[in-house]
Nanobody, 124 residues
Framework: QVQAVESGGGSVQAGDSLRLSCRAFSNSFKYYSMAWFRQATGKEREGVATLLIGGNTEYADSVKGRFTISRDNAENTLYLQMNSLKPEDTAMYYC??????????????????WGQGTQVTVSS
């Protein structure tokens, strides 16, 4: 399993923006298709966005037009720009790399969570 650290979460007001980062401790980062997942208290984990190696992206309907996933392979870092945040975006956010050993599914692909997550709390 690749180790990573997520950061950038916080407590904000509805309508605000945050940018999450996921720094991976592996030079193989560039070979992975990546994703962001989130889990709110008492709810199932859900996929938020995915960025394939070829550059294709896919987003959950709930975040389309508001969130943007990107990466910097030179820095082994994955990003999630979150704009127009809503209270329903409140959750722990995790980055994940595509892996046959993972137990997280999104957009027909299998992912393994890499980090401990970063908390996002949006108040109305």
């Amino acid at each position: 399993q690749v180790q990573a650290v997520e950061s950038g979460g916080g407590s904000v007001q509805a309508g605000d923006s945050l940018r999450l980062s996921c720094r991976a401790f592996s030079n193989s980062f560039k070979y992975y298709s990546m994703a962001w997942f989130r889990q709110a208290t008492g709810k199932e984990r859900e996929g938020v966005a995915t960025l394939l190696i070829g550059g294709n992206t896919e987003y959950a309907d709930s975040v389309k037009g508001r969130f943007t996933i990107s990466r910097d392979n030179a820095e082994n870092t994955l990003y999630l720009q979150m704009n127009s945040l809503k209270p329903e975006d409140t959750a722990m956010y995790y980055c994940a790399g595509e892996s046959v050993y993972g137990d997280a599914w999104f957009a027909g692909r299998q992912f393994e969570l890499w980090g401990q997550g970063t908390q996002v709390t949006v108040s109305s």
